[in-house]
T-cell receptor, first 111, second 113 residues
Framework: QKEVEQNSGPLSVPEGAIASLNCTYS??????FFWYRQYSGKSPELIMS????GDKEDGRFTAQLNKASQYVSLLIRDSQPSDSATYLC???????????FGAGTTVTVRA | ETGVTQTPRHLVMGMTNKKSLKCEQH?????MYWYKQSAKKPLELMFV???????ENNSVPSRFSPECPNSSHLFLHLHTLQPEDSALYLC????????????FGPGTRLTVT
């Protein structure tokens, strides 16, 4: 059973700052890594996927993956109040239909 | 309709009722999933269907019964539920199983009284 751990938060950052979210996973064979954003009362929304070691950038979001350290992170640059949400890290295996989710980190961006 | 849709969005049912949740995906995907999200707990995978075949039942009680008549539709039939089954039930789909990105519907907020 894969375990996915996220920094517990909540994380409060001022508007314009960088929010840094961390996630570790236990299954060394994991191949697919995702970040979802979930606003209160809403469903998770996919914001990033990463499959290879290194960085992947999409707008203000950067995902970083280090398989050797079993670590994936998400950076939110120039944080906006609209980024206030819970961010879920999810990990999948090679031939595994199961997506294991972390408990989430709640981010609050202070105006 | 686009993406993944779910009906109803809210449901209140007694413990002796029978109800069904419906999910439809308009993405041309072949895998569909049911998840449960309870307060202060991580998302829990319940069932997986890949090309209409159930490939995963994550030790879900028999009072939850899934049905997948085709790759676009997924149902969750509910009967004799318990108050602890109150949660947000989420449907998701992906192109196939495995590495593919999963996209979620808006969810059904279920309250069991």
């Amino acid at each position: 059973q894969k375990e996915v751990e996220q920094n517990s938060g909540p994380l409060s950052v001022p508007e314009g700052a960088i929010a840094s979210l961390n996630c570790t996973y236990s299954d060394r064979g994991s191949q697919s890594f995702f970040w979802y954003r979930q606003y209160s009362g809403k469903s998770p929304e996919l914001i990033m996927s990463i499959y290879s070691n290194g960085d992947k950038e999409d707008g203000r979001f950067t995902a970083q993956l280090n398989k050797a350290s079993q670590y994936v992170s998400l950076l939110i640059r120039d944080s906006q109040p609209s980024d206030s949400a819970t961010y879920l890290c999810a990990v999948n295996g090679v031939n595994d239909y199961k997506l294991s989710f972390g408990a989430g980190t709640t981010v609050t961006v202070r105006a | 309709e686009t993406g993944v849709t779910q009906t109803p969005r809210h449901l209140v049912m007694g413990m002796t009722n029978k109800k069904s949740l419906k999910c439809e995906q308009h993405l041309g995907h072949n895998a569909m999933y049911w998840y449960k999200q309870s307060a202060k707990k991580p998302l829990e995978l319940m069932f997986v269907y890949n090309f209409k075949e159930q490939t995963e039942n994550n030790s879900v009680p028999s009072r939850f019964s899934p049905e997948c008549p085709n790759s676009s539709h997924l149902f969750l039939h509910l009967h004799t539920l318990q108050p602890e089954d109150s949660a947000l039930y989420l449907c998701a789909s992906s192109l196939t199983g495995g590495r593919d990105e999963q996209y979620f519907g808006p969810g059904t907020r279920l309250t069991v009284t």
